[in-house]
Each structure stands twice: as structure tokens, then as C-alpha cells.
């Protein structure tokens, strides 16, 4: 029924007449061409997936923190600044040369701003940032990424070399995240997926989504891609629980 109203990414583009099959068309995985997919952190909630090629970057951007910063740790070790921020913790389970944390959340134009809550193109304008390039950015802030993402400028967002966020799905804002999703894809290209939870899923209709999905996207401009051929989940980067060898 979806493929015979939305037959592919350009149209998917183009406009949304169904947007839950236009959203899979755009974060569906490819692989990116002579780039090696790595883990960085610990094989467990709070690890990522990203490519191994680090040049040029010197700046991150890591949203969500928690007592988890084993990925952060990462960054910094590879003699990247990371930028951290979460306004739910009140500081870091420890300190690194490389981290630069505050207590703030990230949020949308459209919501109330405060002392604790900036929307990234402030954070980026007040850290000096504006003209910087080959950035990461990481959003793992428990379905608030859809409001902090929606109103980014795409000029901000193509700063980011890497862009890393788990998603938060539930049944009512399909529209949102399609628009979402429909601006990242523009500029970035998803190379890893990861299901969180793989029991957890949000109904649409006939149509399910996994509820909590995390995407690895890597910019467009000087890559190349083709057809991703792995069968995921990938055991060497997901974690199984207290159960690894259940990979059913």
C-alpha cells in the first residue's frame, strides 16, 4: 500500500503523502565507501557508532549526558574539545582536560528558553563555534531532539561532520519527525542503525517503528556511498543485554 503512494527517496523529498514509509526510506543505512565503522565507549547504553576517520575534527558537541561518558571519554582521548551539556545532572561522574561542561539542556526556538535551556545555534554562537567545521554532534535527550532539531538552520546543521541521535518515537508526531528526519537527509547520510529495546515499538496503523532508534549519520559533501549489504543487528557494535549470546 505505501510503496505504490511513496516509490522512493526523491519523492520522499519532495512531499510526504505517507510519512512513516518516507521516514524509512531516509534513514535507511548505506555504507559509506572506504570508511571503517567503529565503536567508541563501552558495549552498553551510552556506546556509539561512528566512522574511523577523524581528520580535521577538533570540536564536539554532546547532548544527554547522565553518568555515562564513556563516548565522551573517547573523543577526548582522539585530542577533541568536547562541548557537554545536561541540565538534569548537577556535574560529570569526573573531569577531563578535554571535557567543557554546563548545566543545560538543548531546546527548540518554540520553546521557553531559560538560564539551563539553549537552542545549538546559541551554544555555537556563544562558544565561538560560528565559523568552525567538521564538528560532532551527539543528542541523546530522551525525545526532546525533535523540537531542538525542527527550527536548525541546515547551514548549522552542515557543520557537523558527524551527527549521532538516539530518536524517540511515539504515535503522535509523525509529521514532525518526518520533517526532522527530511532535513538531516538532505546533508547527511545514515551508516548505522541501532534498535534500542527491540521488544519496545510504537504502532502506526499496519506499521510499527522500533521505540527508541538510534542513527549514525555522516555528511554527504566528500563522501561516497553504496548499498549497505550487512545484516543488522551487527554483533561486534550492539549490545545484547545481560544475555549476549541471545542473538535471536
Known amino acids: 500500500r505505501s510503496a505504490a503512494i511513496c516509490r522512493g527517496v526523491e519523492k520522499c523529498l519532495l512531499n510526504d503523502p505517507d510519512s512513516l514509509y518516507c521516514i524509512y526510506h531516509l534513514i535507511a543505512p548505506k555504507k559509506v565507501i572506504g570508511k571503517e565503522r567503529i565503536l567508541i565507549g563501552e558495549k552498553e547504553n551510552g556506546c556509539y557508532v561512528i566512522l574511523n576517520d577523524f581528520k580535521n575534527i577538533r570540536i564536539a ?22 562541548y557537554m551539556y545536561d541540565h538534569t545532572i548537577n556535574k560529570l561522574p569526573y573531569n577531563n582536560p578535554k571535557f567543557h561542561w554546563e548545566k543545560i539542556g538543548i531546546c527548540g526556538k518554540n520553546i521557553t528558553q531559560s538560564n539551563n535551556l539553549k537552542t545549538l545555534e546559541e551554544l555555537i554562537l556563544k562558544n565561538g563555534h560560528s565559523s568552525e567545521r ?30 549521532i541521535i538516539e530518536y524517540h518515537f511515539t504515535p503522535y508526531n509523525v ?51 553504496d548499498k549497505e549489504e550487512s545484516i543488522y543487528p551487527i554483533f561486534e557494535f550492539d549490545f545484547f543485554g545481560p544475555n549476549p549470546n541471545a542473538k535471536n
Open 61 to 82: 558537541y554532546s547532548f544527554g549526558i547522565s553518568k555515562i561518558i564513556q563516548f565522551d571519554k573517547g573523543l577526548a582521548d582522539r585530542n577533541i574539545d568536547v
Open 134 to 163: 567538521n564538528m560532532i554532534l551527539k543528542i541523546d535527550v530522551e525525545g526532546s531532539e525533535w523540537e531542538s532539531l525542527k527550527d536548525v538552520p541546515e547551514n548549522i546543521l552542515k557543520q557537523f561532520k558527524y551527527i
Open 175 to 225: 509529521k514532525l519527525y518526518y520533517n526532522v528526519i527530511k532535513k538531516l537527509y538532505k546533508n547527511h547520510q545514515v551508516f548505522y542503525l541501532r534498535c534500542h529495546g527491540r521488544e519496545l515499538k510504537v504502532n502506526f496503523g499496519i506499521n510499527s517503528m522500533c521505540k527508541y532508534l538510534e542513527a549514525s549519520y555522516v555528511i554527504r559533501e566528500g563522501n561516497a556511498f
